[in-house]
């Protein structure tokens, strides 16, 4: 089993920062990617952005490129997601999320935190 666990949302104003972590603990040997998900009240789940354990980013939803940016410490087992010129239309609850090898999707996800950003 694989456990994960969010930590940095809150509220903050437009145009502000705000940096997200994910500390992963048990079976992270086996792990492929870990990526960021969000969803917003009354929407549908968003993938963010992931990130390879060999570092290989990507940024499937196009309105965070150039202001997120995902990291990681395989150290440590923890991803990051620094989130910078928040808009409102970023308010949602972040999830973190941890796929395994050979895995089709993503396996595990963390209790999420939210993210409120006023205008």
């Known amino acids: 089993q694989v456990q994960l666990v969010e930590s940095g949302g809150g509220l903050v104003q437009a145009g502000g920062s705000l940096r997200l972590s994910c500390a992963a603990s048990?079976?992270?040997?086996?792990?492929?990617?870990m990526a960021w998900f969000r969803q917003a009240p009354g929407k549908e789940r968003e993938f963010v952005a992931s990130i390879t354990w060999s570092g290989t980013i990507t940024y499937p939803a196009n309105s965070v490129k150039g202001r997120f940016a995902i990291s990681r410490d395989n150290a440590k087992n923890t991803v990051f997601l620094q989130m910078n010129s928040l808009k409102a239309e970023d308010t949602a609850v972040y999830y973190c999320?941890?796929?395994?090898?050979?895995?089709?999707?993503?396996?595990?996800w963390g209790q999420g935190t939210q993210v409120t950003v006023s205008s």
């Open positions: 048990g079976r992270t040997f086996s792990a492929y990617a």
């Open positions: 999320a941890l796929r395994k090898e050979r895995s089709a999707g993503y396996d595990y």
